[in-house]
């Protein structure tokens, strides 16, 4: 796509695209400026004089549409500037987790690109994590090591929902 954010499973994420950099630069600004004491107190002068205005105007149609139609416009492309934000955090978290997995000894390989999966799988992931952490909760030592690796997990094996669901990926790189 178009200067959209790429996916962390693939090695597109170090491309570079002037379009998609400017856009980022632009879009990080926006967002950093937009959520300061300083743009607060902007947007909530401009809905002073707003209203102040409505007298002179008898409250008119006209003089809410004038509110309705700048809030509409600049909701619109908020969301988009935003969005653009969160997706390259999320990338920078994705790719400093993943750095942490492939470096610790004990951490399994298989969580690296897990983010891939589709919702189902996810879940599956989560119920092994949930049910580790309820044994934790009544037995053994405090610092016992668990895995993604142990009984009870999904294994690499395509299940009958078809080749993308039911695996969770074996990227170890030992």
Not at 114 to 137: G, S
Request: glycine share 6%; net charge negative; with cysteine.
């Amino acid at each position: 796509m178009l200067g959209s954010m790429p996916s962390t499973s693939s090695a597109a994420y170090a491309g570079r695209s002037r379009m998609l950099t400017a856009f980022d630069h632009f879009a990080s600004a926006v967002t950093r400026g937009a959520g300061s004491p300083a743009a607060f107190c902007a947007a909530l002068a401009a809905v002073a004089v707003w209203a102040a205005l409505g007298p002179w105007y008898d409250f008119s149609e006209n003089w809410q549409l004038v509110i309705n139609t700048g809030t509409t416009i600049v909701t619109f492309l908020m969301v988009f500037l935003i969005q653009q934000s969160q997706n390259k955090d999320s990338v920078a978290l994705h790719l400093k987790l993943n750095e942490l997995l492939a470096a610790h000894r004990s951490a399994s390989n298989r969580m690296i690109g897990i983010e891939t999966l589709d919702e189902q799988d996810l879940q599956e992931v989560a119920d092994f994590y949930a049910r580790l952490a309820e044994r934790a909760k009544t037995s053994g030592p405090i610092k016992e090591v668990h895995s993604i690796d142990e009984d009870g997990m999904p294994s690499n094996e395509p299940n009958p929902r078809g080749a993308a669901g039911g695996t969770i990926p074996n990227a170890d790189l030992d």
